[in-house]
């Protein structure tokens, strides 16, 4: 026996974010030439400087050879600044490739994965890994080709000029600089800590936003609003606190950084300007350093900045690679891809079926054969395992052991968009989309016409409420659905699941919401419907059952009866008892 | 304006502090931008300064370095302070305005929340108030700090040479002006990405809500278009921004290296001319003070730019916090001891669109004790009745009463507080089985939740989860099965005990029918002191009703007890038998 396992969550192809990166090559080969440029121009800008500092202090400079040097000065600055311009431009319009890249992937991917997956994930954090995780991504890849780059050409040609120049003063520098890297790290370590502090904080504080305006009916209905403001005062005082935590090492960088300078500025004057008052320096010199000092200033704070945004960028990326390496426990077993065209049947075999989900045995040996064109109803006490017995034909999940056939096919052998194809399905909890009605009655159709959309809507007996709404089938429906009353959002799954004319339709206890009367009128019309497919129908209605072909009662995840309405009601068992408790005509007729 | 100002009256409580902020950033202003003179006072004095002895030089060095330091330290140290201070005034702010915007939202009644998508709502609440934190903090208190800063370094330029601040100065307006633009471009874009953003994580959100419907609709294809549509968007939005982003950092450096050139060569021709104004110590420290010169105005070309952003913000939260609040308390509530329960309906009527009657002129009343059952076709109103009577909506004509007071005089807390409620979807809260039934209420055991779970037959399936009453649900109540859900919000329900009223909106309709019936016999003896409303469309869980309405299009087509109905030759004898004389396939 082979039993497949349904959580395959090992990688089989490792996923690097290179495969991203390689199409840009000409940006990132762009970007160094740029750095390359600023870098050699701002190095060599303050040499100009001192030639002018020191041509003054020497009295040795004339009108023309200042306007010579100015005019230098003039055309590599212009010639810096439209390099600098480039210089960012084209690593952050790469990121934003790139993101965009990372994010179809993602969602192409996301559309691919099983339910299984959705249940186990919080909407809320995959939404935060499609967003903020993947501008995370960006940011390490722009700022960190940015940055990383400049800083490290920044210190290799600045070393060296600055140990031509004058080698004294090159160690001061770095002598400086070097504490100031490592206790800018450690600061923005701190802020790092209680940024994630506060970000765990936040998305605490939306989900509970989140929740309380989702659930608001029954918040108010239970009046809890009250409990809900005291608790989001509480998260909300938590805010303020994370934030002032964060706050107290984020408002240090800044003067810190500036302080610093302040020492190096001095610390250079002062040794240097006693260089000068010796005579071994000149003033064109000092300022030569004090203005690299200048400019090493940010490629090294970024140092730190931009391995930090790596760092994040990184586990970000972990997170996203996630999803992506996570495969569908529903992949084709086969390689056959082709559907096959002499599929005519759509009989539908569960043999010797048993599902598993997380060590709890669901459904055990279920052993069914529904032939094409019959319908079977299905039956049972709640929670016994109906919903979950009809989403194995949708392949929502499969079987940890036996398997579904259709036509004699395996259905782990047909293309997954082949075996939906012919299935129109319509959940216990349908969800519907914030559209129009007739975008979602005609959502699984590529083209709805007009007449397809009214021909579903009037089996499922929903064209006379549509015709009372002011916009009919332009009504725009809420979120979920929720301005349609608890049968039209039923029977508008029903229209839905119709509209696709499939080959198999499954309708999971869907007239639960319906009155009697109409539960009787739709009954009639789907009949032809019904004739033409194989129906599996879930229902807790003898009214609606006694329509089947065959009936099966579920009973603890097991086929505990089955056979026609006839048979079932002489047999005793649950469905005899369920007639007898839905025939009320004793206790009715006794009071009449 | 009138937004601006209504803003910073949020910050008057706070007006002492906000004072203080101001003392201080003065104080910075004033004492980092002095670190300049003190250098022009190195150069000038130490190390150019060829006429004095050698020890003396290197003394006075001493000392203006010691000076130096000191200013350094303290200057930067107010400015942390001040940083922190300013930032504290706006996390308060933030916090009151947090907090009341949360109570607004949900003061406000169902059918705003119909129409406005959740997602929205978070945004109020989130971004929008942040905004607003950064508009007081860094837009007020930031540009003032920015304009004593610039003010700061323009003096003290000035202060120790005249001619060449006013050639550097004369650019500056243009240099300005160009920034602004940018940045006004800048703001746009970004105002795009968000819009943009929010749009794409809107459309992402139902996605993956709804990604088992896509997947079973083969509707893949057609999401993947419809998110690449708008993630293109979204990044073309980003192409904006870095193309004006491109040009912000040269644009400023660009500043930079002019004012540094024209302070070489306006410098340079006047010490070459044997101009006495201009020595070597003013060249060095203007330099040092084009560095800092150019932060602040770029940081106020910022904040000139993201003004009409955040005011949008400001906008938007206003707006929300002045929308009336179509059901609301009465000012003189009526709260009285005892409530015997007689709920009445006088001629109402109701739409939840203008015009488009929903219930048209419905009357009747259930005394307390009674049980009152709705039946009629799916889409008649039957919700809408219960949604009237706990002031979800209210009434456009006529009254809905309890014991002859009508509930628009009650407070909705009031009210709610002693009816209990199961409505038609169920509604599970991320968190434990047992917090899901106890709404986390003081005063409720576990022994009591036990009880409650077991008189809706929930207590087998619940003790066979993982961990029992302990188990943690996902999401809507991921995983379990629809009557599942439906019995967990009978039980919670339940374990309220409501003194008043029970209304069930079809409570058990997914539910099987044995453990319904079970269910109606211990609901018998609760309810036998307490009026309720059932709604349910199986003349099975109608039986024990002392009386029914019919209703159909949003009218009362009949009433009475089961024998009167049988007898009126009516819409309730026909549904019932139909009921009995099912066709035959
Ligand atoms: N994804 C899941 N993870 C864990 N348990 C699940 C999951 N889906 C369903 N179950 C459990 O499996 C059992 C059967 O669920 P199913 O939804 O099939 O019941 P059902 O027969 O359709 O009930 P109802 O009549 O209430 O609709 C239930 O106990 C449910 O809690
Ligand atoms: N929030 C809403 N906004 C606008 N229209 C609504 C809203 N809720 C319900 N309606 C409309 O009001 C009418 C009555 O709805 P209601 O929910 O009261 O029906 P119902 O009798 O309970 O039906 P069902 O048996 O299907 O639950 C329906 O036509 C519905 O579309
Ligand atoms: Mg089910």
């Keep these: 026996m082979f039993s497949c396992n349904r959580r395959r969550v090992i990688p089989t192809s490792d996923i690097k974010l290179n495969r991203y990166l390689i199409p840009h090559r000409k940006e990132i080969i762009g970007t160094v030439v740029c750095v390359l440029v600023t870098v050699g121009i701002n190095l060599y800008l303050p040499y100009l400087m001192r030639l002018v500092i020191d041509g003054l202090t020497e009295k040795t400079l004339d009108s023309a050879t200042l306007s010579k040097l100015l005019g230098i000065y003039l055309l590599l600055g212009a010639v810096a600044v439209v390099v600098s311009r480039f210089l960012r431009k084209l690593p952050l319009k790469l990121s934003h490739k790139v993101e965009y890249a990372l994010r179809s992937d993602v969602f192409d991917h996301l559309t691919k994965l099983d339910q299984e997956y959705y249940r186990s994930e919080r909407t809320g954090d995959l939404m935060t890994r499609m967003s903020s995780d993947i501008n995370l991504i960006r940011d390490a890849i722009g700022q960190g080709l940015l940055q990383g780059i400049r800083t490290i050409t920044v210190l290799v040609f600045a070393s060296i000029v600055m140990m031509l120049t004058d080698p004294g003063l090159s160690l001061l520098v770095y002598s400086l600089y070097l504490p100031m890297v490592g206790i800018f790290f450690l600061i923005l370590r701190v802020m790092r800590r209680h940024q994630k502090d506060l970000q765990e904080h936040v998305s605490e504080v939306s989900n509970f936003s989140q929740e309380s305006f989702s659930g608001i009916r029954t918040l108010k209905g239970f009046a809890l609003e009250r409990r809900r403001n005291a608790q989001f005062k509480e998260l909300n005082s938590g805010l303020v606190r994370k934030n002032m935590r964060l706050q107290a090492s984020r408002q240090s960088l800044w003067p810190f950084m500036a302080f610093w300078f302040s020492l190096g500025m001095i610390l250079i004057l002062n040794l240097g300007g006693r260089r000068i008052i ?13 203005q690299y000092l200048l400019y090493m200033q940010w490629p090294l704070l970024a140092l730190s900045w931009s391995m930090s945004l790596i760092q994040r960028g990184k586990v970000s990326w972990v997170r996203v690679r996630e999803i992506l390496e996570r495969e569908s426990s529903l992949e084709s077993r086969s390689e056959n891809t082709e559907p096959k065209k002499d599929q005519g049947d759509a009989g539908i075999q569960f043999q010797n079926v048993s599902l598993n989900i997380q060590g709890r045995h669901f459904l055990h040996d279920i052993d069914l054969n529904i032939p094409e064109g019959t319908t079977l109803g299905i039956t049972g006490p709640t929670g016994s395992g109906k919903t979950l017995l009809v989403s194995l034909v949708a392949r929502l999940m499969d079987p940890t052991s036996g398997s579904v056939l259709i036509g004699g096919d395996d259905i782990r052998d047909m293309p997954l968009a082949h075996l939906r194809g012919i299935i129109g399905f319509a959940a216990q909890e349908p969800v519907l989309f914030s559209q129009t009605l007739e975008h979602n009655i005609g959502f699984g159709v590529a083209k709805p016409d007009k007449d397809l959309i009214g021909w579903a809507a009037d089996i499922a007996h929903l064209r006379d409420d549509v015709e009372g709404f002011p916009e009919r089938y332009q009504t725009v429906l809420g979120e979920r659905g929720v301005t349609l009353s608890g049968g039209q959002r039923q029977r508008t799954a029903i229209s839905r699941a119709i509209a696709r004319r499939p080959d198999i339709l499954i309708l999971d206890d869907v007239l639960s919401a319906v009155d009697t009367q109409t539960e009787a009128a739709i009954m009639g019309k789907l009949q032809p419907v019904m004739n033409d497919r194989t129906t599996l129908f879930v229902s807790h209605r003898i009214s609606t059952l006694r329509y089947a072909d065959e009936i099966v009662v579920i009973e603890n995840g097991r086929i505990t009866q089955r056979g026609t309405h006839d048979e079932l009601i002489r047999q005793p068992g649950y469905y005899s008892e369920l007639n007898t408790l839905q025939q009320l005509e004793e206790q009715l007729e006794a009071g009449s | 304006m009138k937004m601006a100002k209504r803003l910073l009256a949020y910050s008057l409580p706070y007006w002492r502090w906000l004072s203080l902020a101001l003392v201080m950033i003065a104080f910075t202003s004033l004492s980092i931008n002095y670190l300049p003179i003190l250098i022009q006072r190195v150069t000038d004095q130490c190390l150019m300064n060829t006429s004095s002895p050698v020890a003396e030089r290197i003394d006075l060095l001493m000392k203006l ?94 202060y120790i040479s005249p001619s060449l601040s006013l050639a550097i100065f004369i650019p500056l307006p243009l240099l300005f002006a160009f ?85 070489l060569a306006v410098g340079g021709m006047l010490i070459l001319n044997g101009s006495t104004a201009i020595t070597l110590g003013i060249f060095v420290a203007f330099l040092a003070y084009i560095r800092d010169f150019f932060r602040p105005l770029g940081s106020l070309a910022d904040k000139a730019g993201s003004f009409q952003i955040a005011m949008a913000s400001i906008e938007r939260v206003f707006n929300l916090l002045d929308r009336p609040e179509e059901v609301a308390d009465p000012a003189e509530p009526a709260n009285p001891d005892h409530i015997a329960g007689t709920i009445a309906f006088n001629n109402v009527w109701f739409a939840y669109t203008e015009e488009n009657w929903v219930i048209k002129d419905l009357s009747f009343s259930v005394e307390p004790g009674q049980v009152l059952a709705v039946v009629g076709a799916t889409g008649a109103g039957k919700s809408t009745i219960t949604n009237l009577i706990g002031r979800f909506y209210d009434v456009q004509k006529g009254a809905v009463t309890i014991d002859g007071v009508d509930v628009r005089n009650f407070r909705k807390s009031d009210l709610n507080e002693r009816l209990g409620y199961v409505f038609q979807d169920p509604f599970i809260f991320a968190g434990s089985v047992a917090d899901n039934i106890s709404l986390q209420t003081p005063g409720i055991s576990r022994s009591d939740i036990v009880n409650a779970a077991r008189t809706v037959n929930a207590h087998a399936f619940i003790e066979a989860m993982p961990e029992g009453y302990d188990t943690v649900m996902n999401e809507r109540g991921e995983g379990l099965s629809l009557g599942q859900k439906q019995l967990l919000v009978m039980a919670r329900t339940l374990a309220q005990e409501p003194e008043l009223l029970f209304v069930l909106d079809e409570a058990t309709a997914s539910v099987d029918t044995a453990t319904e019936l079970l269910i109606q016999d211990a609901l018998g003896k609760m309810m036998c002191n307490r009026t309720s409303i059932v709604i349910a469309h199986r003349l099975s869980t109608i039986r024990h009703a002392d009386r029914i309405l019919v209703m159909r299009h949003g009218e009362l087509v009949d009433q009475g007890t089961h024998e009167e109905l049988m007898a009126h030759d009516g819409y309730y004898r026909h549904l019932y038998e139909l009921l009995l004389h099912a066709p035959e396939p």
Excluded at chain 2, 105 to 126: C, E, I, N, P, S
């Design chain 2, 179 to 263: 920034l602004l633009y940018i940045n006004v471009k800048l703001r746009n874009a970004n105002r795009d990405i968000r819009d943009r953003q929010s749009r794409l994580n809107a459309l992402l959100q139902e996605d993956l809500t709804g990604m088992t419907t896509i997947q079973l609709f083969n509707r893949e294809a057609s999401a993947m278009v419809d998110f690449d549509q708008r993630n293109t968007h979204l990044r073309s939005a980003y192409f904006d921004e870095v193309h004006w982003f491109s040009l912000y950092f040269p644009t400023i450096e660009g500043g930079q290296a002019i004012s540094i050139l024209l302070i």
């Design chain 1, 278 to 290: 010796d005579g071994g320096l000149t003033l064109g010199t000092l300022t030569q350093f004090i």
């Design chain 2, 65 to 158: 370095s010691l000076l130096y330091i000191s200013i350094a330290a303290i200057g930067h140290g107010v400015r942390y302070f001040q940083g922190l201070l300013t930032a504290w005034i706006g996390q308060k702010i933030i916090y009151d305005l947090r907090l009341e915007v949360f109570r607004k939202v949900l003061r406000m009644h169902q059918a705003y929340f119909d129409q406005t998508a959740v997602g929205t709502l978070m945004t109020r609440v989130t971004s929008d108030i942040e905004r607003l934190q950064h508009f007081v903090t860094e837009g007020v208190v930031g540009t003032i700090a920015d304009l004593f800063m610039l003010l700061g370094i323009m003096g003290y330029m000035i």
